[in-house]
């Protein structure tokens, strides 16, 4: 799948596509295209450890419910009589042209969900030409994943280090990879009360998964006294103690900024003055998220974040935003609440669990047909224009 231009429409394709499919040949789709359908279908195929991780979220999970509900609290305002037979879909966050506002947002330890893990969504993401943010903790280096994406079209989510050594280390080493931007995740200080994975006494990080890019890394090493190939265990020891750092503040992350003349963005944001402090230590973007709901329990919903941090930095940064996305129409909302891109996480791992690459891909592709298909409905020509007028508080 390449962009396509505006007499192409990705919606009506897809929709041809999945129709011609089931009624001439009698394959209805493999992924399922509901979202409930997707999740269960997925979620069937796991072992639990790797069910609850993925469908987990911290505590009593009100956060994760409190995102989907901040979704249904809107509705969209059709207006009819234009002519919709043309729409584009593309943006232009950080001066750069991208053919569509969705992003794969960065996912962790991939490999408890498929055999090829990251590297199947990378495949996924050069297919369909959309930027893939590619998280630390993965069980294959990052370079491994840089080879199969194109140079400046990927993302590197940097969790900041209590060894200023190995931030400063990975941020290298994403660079000579090829990445075109790096998102710094604030909202993990501390790793969150996550019950479903209590439950089970179930951490990846213990079984050695997601944590090839510090194994691999020469200031993680420097840190052993034995090669992880020696003693694994004494490693993964290691990064838990190195991984993240509750104490980081905003001075440290000024550092950062000056160690890199990439696109550098700040991920958790909920908060207007955070946002702004985060421009004040040259960020060239926020994301408004609160981790899928994964980190803090009764947070409020992102989707309420999103606005007021809009309107505290205005047009100064992009803003990205992801936590609840579902769908097409879920994208459509945050774009006309004010973010530029949107990140879609737990819908396309759930694909990548039934199906690698191709489920990536297939889940992907739906997504944006029904974005494409809710801005012609919605008498929308432009994903750009989409703002707060399309939309209608529900009373």
């Known amino acids: 799948m390449t962009a ?33 359908d997707l999740r269960d279908a997925a979620l069937e195929t ?55 506002p969705v992003a794969l947002a960065p996912v962790g330890v991939q490999s408890i969900l498929h055999d090829d893990g990251v590297l199947a969504t990378a495949r996924a993401a050069t297919s369909l030409d959309c930027p893939l943010c590619v998280s630390s903790v993965c069980s294959v280096p990052l370079e491994r994943v840089g080879n199969v994406l194109e140079p400046g079209t990927w993302w590197f989510q940097l969790y900041y280090s209590s060894d200023p050594a190995i931030t400063e280390s990975l941020l290298e080493r994403a660079q000579a990879a090829g990445c075109g931007g790096i998102l710094i995740t604030l909202d993990v200080p501390i790793l969150g009360w996550r019950e479903r994975d209590l439950k089970r006494g179930y951490l990846p990080f213990l079984d050695g998964e997601g944590i090839a890019n510090f194994t691999t890394d020469p200031a993680f090493r420097d840190r052993l006294d034995c090669d992880p190939e020696t003693n694994e265990m004494a490693a993964i020891q290691e990064f838990l103690t190195v991984f993240g750092d509750p104490s980081v503040k905003w001075d440290a992350l000024e550092t950062i900024r000056s160690q890199t003349e990439l696109p550098v963005v700040f991920k958790g944001i909920c908060h207007p003055d955070d946002a702004r402090r985060a421009l004040d230590c040259g960020a060239d973007g926020v994301v408004v998220s609160n981790h899928g709901g994964r980190q803090l329990d009764r947070a409020i919903p992102a989707l309420e974040a999103l606005q007021p941090v809009v309107d505290a ?83």
């Open 4 to 36: 396509e231009n505006e007499s192409e429409p990705v919606g009506e394709h897809r929709q041809q596509e999945i129709y011609a499919n089931g009624m001439v040949v009698d394959q209805p789709p493999e992924i399922p295209v509901r979202f409930p």
């Open 46 to 100: 796991l072992e639990s450890t790797a069910r609850g991780y993925l469908a987990g979220g911290a505590g009593s999970e009100t956060t994760m419910a409190s995102n989907r509900d901040a979704f249904d609290g809107y509705q969209i305002v059709p207006r009819l009589g234009r002519d919709v037979a043309s729409r584009s879909l593309s943006v232009t966050p950080f001066d750069k042209q991208w053919p569509f």
């Open 313 to 395: 930095i205005g047009d100064r940064a992009a803003v990205w935003f992801d936590s609840g996305i579902r769908s097409g129409s879920d994208v459509a909302i945050a774009l006309a609440l004010g973010a530029d891109v949107v990140g879609l996480g737990r819908p396309y791992c759930y694909g990548l669990a039934l199906a690698g690459s191709d489920g990536v891909e297939a889940v992907y592709r739906n997504v944006l047909a029904e974005l494409d298909l809710t801005l012609a409905n919605a008498g929308i020509t432009d994903v750009t224009a989409l703002d707060s007028t399309v939309l209608k508080k529900k009373p």
